[in-house]
């Protein structure tokens, strides 16, 4: 009986020694990391992580994720403390390799508060602060933050930012295919009552919006309207009197 138990406890300890010698054998030592030109600025906080050509493909997994989903987790974690960081991918391709990929968040929308110009992306992260306005942010009046810091979801601190977002990230898809540069134009967008806003474009136009409508349909028709518009032009294009924009040239 216990020659037998034994004989099993010794089949136990070989599995699991060539187990462990399969697995942590250098057939899996990690060869490339193919890291694309979006996520060049993190290499050195996966190195941190481990994450180097030569380490062991299997203990990265078991010691900073989980080797079972193949996810390197806590690699992943550490490099999204940053929060310019977004979209993160570290693939295991093939055997030996891995792939990593990010996106980079950009400051595209600000608001003034206190001595501070504070900058969030399109999903409403804050990710920097300036004493001066950057020239191309669109800036947002008319709301109030009572505290910040980074990373911090701005969105949640008025209803109507969301759709504003929406709004610009639409028209910045629409230069991108049409080879406009409309949403660098777009100076300020003041937040009005009853679901209003109004766009102050070029310092020669105001847009008046209700943001009840349909806003991705309303931000192609105005840069539709705006790619066809004399650049020139001053006055006030307005979207809540009639379902068809009406310009009001300004007086001279």
Request: aromatic letters at 8%; one cysteine or more.
């Amino acid at each position: 009986m216990k020659l037998k138990a034994l004989k099993i406890i010794l089949i136990i300890l070989f599995l699991l020694s060539s187990t462990a010698a399969f697995l942590f054998s250098p057939y899996y030592e990690l060869k490339n990391i193919t890291v694309e030109e979006s996520a060049v600025n993190i290499t050195d906080t996966l190195g941190a992580c481990g994450v180097v050509a030569g380490s062991n493909i299997n203990l990265l997994l078991l010691s900073k994720g989980n080797i079972l989903s193949g996810h390197l987790v806590k690699a992943e974690e550490q490099v999204l403390t940053d929060v310019n960081i977004k979209n993160l991918s570290i693939k295991r391709s093939g055997r030996n390799d891995l792939t990593v990929s990010c996106q980079s968040r950009k400051p595209v929308m600000c608001i003034s508060h206190d001595d501070y110009i504070i900058y969030f992306d399109y999903d409403g992260t804050i990710i920097d602060t300036t004493p001066t306005k950057a020239e191309k942010a669109i800036l947002i009046r008319g709301l109030d933050l009572d505290f910040f810091y980074m990373g911090r979801n701005i969105l949640t601190c008025n209803y109507m930012l969301e759709d504003i977002s929406v709004l610009c990230n639409e028209i910045e898809k629409y230069d991108t295919v049409n080879f406009t540069a409309i949403r660098t134009l777009i100076n300020e967008i003041e937040i009005r009552e009853n679901d209003g806003i109004i766009i102050k474009y070029d310092n020669r136009l105001e847009i008046l919006m209700d943001m009840t409508d349909d806003v991705k349909y309303n931000a192609n028709v105005l840069c539709a309207i705006l790619s066809t518009m004399n650049q020139s032009s001053k006055g006030t294009v307005d979207f809540t009197v009639s379902d068809t924009p009406f310009f009001s040239p300004a007086s001279e």
